[in-house]
């Protein structure tokens, strides 16, 4: 079984730039997680999606970050402008259903660094 | 309330002994409490996860312990191994609230000297 694949892995860009992250993720996994983990800490849940559309995205920057998942399958997330303290590694996570004890795999991640 | 504390938040063990890493957590409708290992470059990947129904958890070399009335669940790796170097972080859920994702603790680099 192939994990969650993200691109790119890694992003350099100057502040108020814009970027954006792609996850693609497990094959019939509907629900579909976006994740930002600052070093040293542990990661924040930022939008979950259960198939194409919106559970959660309480914790988004929304004037910001937007983060879309068209049919269901693939999402991205974009950062306009960037800010210094974006910088992070973004890991898109999925899982089988939205409710349970359902495991959730990550992907390795996309590391930004915004100077 | 939504918090995880996590602690230690470093670790050095020597190879064969014992690592504990401990979390505890307020939100009393958390009921799902899992553990994830880290490897530098890679993403979080489960390790072993818990329901308070028990208080003990065991698989291999890992086993989580948890307290419902104290409202801690602290991880434990038997026969430490280099291998094992990595950062483990606790998460707590609550899982008959539809749309709540994992809550993460910050945390806890482990070193295992060989």
């Known amino acids: 079984e192939a994990g969650v694949a993200q691109s790119p892995r890694y992003k350099i860009i100057e502040k108020r730039q814009s970027v954006a992250f792609w996850c693609n993720p497990i094959?019939?996994?509907?629900?579909l997680y976006w994740y930002q983990q600052i070093l040293g800490q542990g990661p924040k849940l930022l939008i979950q999606?259960?198939?194409?559309?919106?559970?959660?995205d309480s914790q988004l920057p929304k004037d910001r970050f937007s983060a879309e998942r068209l049919k269901g399958v693939d999402s991205t997330l974009k950062i306009q402008p960037a800010k210094l303290e974006d910088s992070a590694v973004y890991l898109c996570?999925?899982?089988?259903?939205?409710?349970?004890?359902?495991?959730?795999?990550f992907g390795p991640g996309t590391r930004l660094t915004v100077l | 309330q939504q918090q995880v504390k996590q602690s230690p938040q470093s670790l050095i063990v020597q190879k064969g002994g014992i690592s504990i890493i401990n979390c505890a957590y307020e939100?009393?409708?958390?009921?799902?409490f899992p553990w994830y290992q880290q490897f530098p470059g890679k993403g979080p990947a489960l390790l072993i996860a818990?329901?308070?129904?028990?208080s003990e958890k065991k698989e291999g070399r890992f086993t989580i312990s948890f307290n419902k009335s104290a409202k801690q669940f602290s991880l434990h790796i038997m026969d430490s191994q280099p291998g094992d170097s990595a950062t483990y972080f606790c998460?707590?859920?609550?899982?008959?609230?539809?749309?709540?994702?994992?809550?993460f603790g910050k945390g806890t680099t482990l070193s295992v000297s060989s």
């Open positions: 996570a999925s899982s089988q259903t939205l409710a349970g004890p359902d495991t959730q795999y």
């Open positions: 094959s019939g996994h509907a629900t």
């Open positions: 999606f259960q198939n194409n559309g919106v559970v959660d």
């Open positions: 939100n009393t409708a958390f009921d799902y």
């Open positions: 818990i329901r308070p129904d028990v």
């Open positions: 998460a707590a859920r609550a899982l008959n609230q539809a749309g709540t994702a994992l809550i």
